[in-house]
């Protein structure tokens, strides 16, 4: 096995154990690596070197074909380094819409490949939008200890790379944060959720005005949506319908995160026991975006009780959105 191969192999050892343990044959997978990528090095490094120079001597052209090397084998790690960063943001994606279908074990399969594929990326926003997922995962399945412990583990992956870290890195790190304190919410941990919460809204405030992370939608704006799922998760009425009176029409960029706010914002008035104006709000957040609302498990909620046990002035409006949605009720 090459050197490549072997510093492959050993980084598997320590930061992927659980998958490495599960290969076959793990010398010939990473001896194979290894070949593959000397030759691709091999081959730039052939290319960038080019031909000999008429009146160079021995120690020049050494030197020459040193430098290509050197350059070679950094621009091929370093692709490949890119490549994995990709490879893990698509599956990302994947895990999207793998979390409104009725597939769990490929969920869980496509999370942790995702995690394995950014951590062999070494690329720190691949790292903790992984660890997102992963930990959201886990707590939509009800495992809000391990939920947790995917979230500190990422966090402390993430901690030495903070200092000076680009803005795009501290959102991810604020997105992790208020993970922990959605987590703890759920848990019934309501100063938890709270204080975790307010690190995260620090590192929101300390970000350019106009930043805002596609994936996690963490941002500035979307501090006073992420208050509100919290005063919610922690049962907590009234504060849940002073969070929606002030959240109401937040200018989310994201017509679908908008959407999903707006679910939110419903789901405490629901709380609150203002149905009239949750069921509004719902209807909202179907006009604002239709297939979040048609895939969301609260909205369903909330719209069957509306429209199956709620005030009777409220049922015929309750069932033409529910139809609307394509719920049968």
């Given at each position: 096995m090459n050197r490549y191969g072997a510093m492959a192999q050993r980084y598997w050892q320590q930061w992927?154990?659980?998958?490495?343990?599960?290969?076959?044959?793990?010398?010939?997978?990473?001896?194979?690596?290894?070949?593959?990528?000397?030759?691709?090095?091999?081959?730039?490094?052939?290319?960038?070197?080019?031909t000999d120079r008429l009146g160079d001597g021995y120690l020049a052209q050494v030197g020459r074909l040193m430098a290509a090397r050197?350059?070679?084998?950094?621009?091929?790690?370093?692709?490949?380094?890119?490549?994995?960063?990709?490879?893990?943001?698509?599956?990302n994606l994947a895990q999207f819409f793998l979390a409104y279908q009725p597939a769990a074990d490929l969920l869980w399969r496509v999370?942790?490949?995702?995690?394995?594929?950014?951590?062999?990326?070494?690329?720190?926003?691949?790292?903790g939008a992984s660890v997102?997922?992963?930990?959201?995962?886990?707590?939509?399945?009800?495992?809000?200890?391990?939920?947790?412990d995917v979230n500190r583990q990422g966090l402390e992956l993430?901690?030495?790379?903070?200092?000076?870290?680009?803005?795009?890195?501290?959102?991810?790190?604020?997105?992790?944060?208020?993970?922990?304190?959605?987590?703890?919410?759920?848990?019934?941990?309501?100063?938890?959720?709270?204080?975790?919460?307010?690190?995260?809204?620090?590192?929101?405030?300390?970000?350019?005005a106009a930043f805002y992370d596609p994936m996690t939608s963490f941002s500035r704006i979307i501090m006073g949506a992420h208050a509100m799922t919290v005063a919610v998760e922690s049962r907590?009425?009234?504060?849940s319908r002073r969070q929606a009176r002030r959240t109401a029409h937040l200018a989310i960029p994201s017509q679908p995160r908008r959407g999903r706010h707006l679910i939110e914002v419903a789901r405490g008035y629901h709380l609150a026991n203002d149905l009239k104006t949750a069921l509004g709000t719902l209807d909202s957040?179907?006009?604002?975006?239709?297939?979040?609302?048609?895939?969301?498990?609260?909205?369903?909620?909330?719209?069957f009780e509306l429209a199956t046990e709620g005030p009777a002035d409220l049922r015929r409006d309750a069932n033409g959105l529910a139809d609307r949605i394509g719920m049968l009720v």
């Open positions: 992927l154990p659980e998958q490495y343990a599960s290969m076959t044959d793990p010398d010939g997978f990473f001896s194979a690596l290894g070949e593959e990528v000397a030759r691709q090095i091999d081959e730039l490094a052939d290319e960038l070197a080019g050197a350059q070679a084998e950094e621009v091929v790690l370093r692709e490949q380094r890119r490549a994995h960063a990709i490879l893990a943001e698509t599956y999370a942790e490949r995702a995690i394995a594929t950014a951590q062999e990326s070494d690329e720190p926003y691949a790292i997102w997922l992963l930990a959201q995962a886990h707590r939509d399945a009800g495992e809000f200890e391990v939920a947790e993430l901690r030495p790379r903070m200092d000076d870290a680009p803005a795009r890195l501290r959102g991810i790190w604020g997105a992790l944060l208020f993970e922990v304190a959605y987590t703890a919410a759920r848990a019934g941990e309501r100063g938890r959720a709270w204080g975790y919460w307010d690190q995260a809204n620090d590192v929101a405030q300390r970000l350019p907590q009425g009234g504060e957040a179907y006009k604002t975006a239709p297939e979040t609302i048609r895939y969301n498990g609260y909205a369903r909620k909330i719209l």
